[in-house]
C-alpha cells in the first residue's frame, strides 16, 4: 500500500504526465506506526497530540473483536508517544501517536 500511495503522489506532482492538466503537487506522505515498529525499522519523525481524541480512539479500539489483548498495548503506545511529545515539546500531551514522513517538509523557517 505503500507503494501506491507514494507511486499515486509522484503522479500527481509530475509535470508534463497529463498534458494540458494542472500539476496537483507533492502532498505530504506519512507511514503509520507499524504493531512492531522494532522489527522494521520504523522511526517516528512527527508526533500528534491525541488527547483531546483519545477517549473515541480507545472506544474504537475495542471495537476490534477477538483482539483484547491489543487494548491496553496500543492504550501503552499512545501514553508513550505522549509521553515523548510533552518532553519534546513545551505542550501538556498525554496520549499521542507517531508518524514516519516518508519525504522532507518544505518550509520557510525554522520553528522557534
Known sequence: MTDFAQHARII?????????????????VFLFEPHQPEQCSWTPTI???IGAVWDRKRAAIECMAGQEHLWEYYTRVALQRGAQAARNSDRVVTHGEGYEAVFPHVVGELPA
Open 12 to 28: 500527481a506532482q509530475a509535470h508534463g504526465h497529463n498534458p494540458g492538466k494542472p500539476v496537483l503537487g507533492a502532498p505530504p
Open 47 to 49: 508526533l500528534l497530540d
